[in-house]
């Protein structure tokens, strides 16, 4: 068990925790449209929209008249502390025996 979840954190979950705080790719405006949520803005400035979304506690990024935002990704971290949480549990079992 000990092997298999080194070996399973090694390669699988550890890679995908290094991107769990990073914004996500660009997208063109037809990937963009076939999103859940998703709004088009006619006189409202990047700037301002920006502003709300930082005040909201999105991480925000504007290049090139396009503004990204991103929220909320504890959730990706979630199997990472769970392998390192068994893999201490059973560093531990084997050190008190």
């Known amino acids: 068990l000990g092997?298999?979840?080194?070996?399973?954190?090694i390669v699988r979950v550890f890679p995908k925790a290094r991107y769990a705080f990073r914004l996500p790719p660009k997208l063109n405006e037809k990937q963009i449209t076939k999103l859940p949520l998703n709004c088009e803005f006619d006189s409202v400035s990047l700037?301002?929209?920006n502003e709300v979304l930082k005040k909201k506690s999105y991480?925000?990024?504007?290049?090139?008249n396009k503004l990204i935002a991103i929220k909320g990704q504890w959730h990706k971290l979630g199997a990472s502390v769970t392998h390192v949480g068994i893999l201490t549990l059973l560093i531990g079992c084997t050190i008190s025996i």
């Open 3 to 9: 092997l298999n979840l080194i070996i399973a954190s």
């Open 47 to 49: 700037d301002k929209v």
């Open 59 to 64: 991480k925000t990024e504007i290049s090139e």
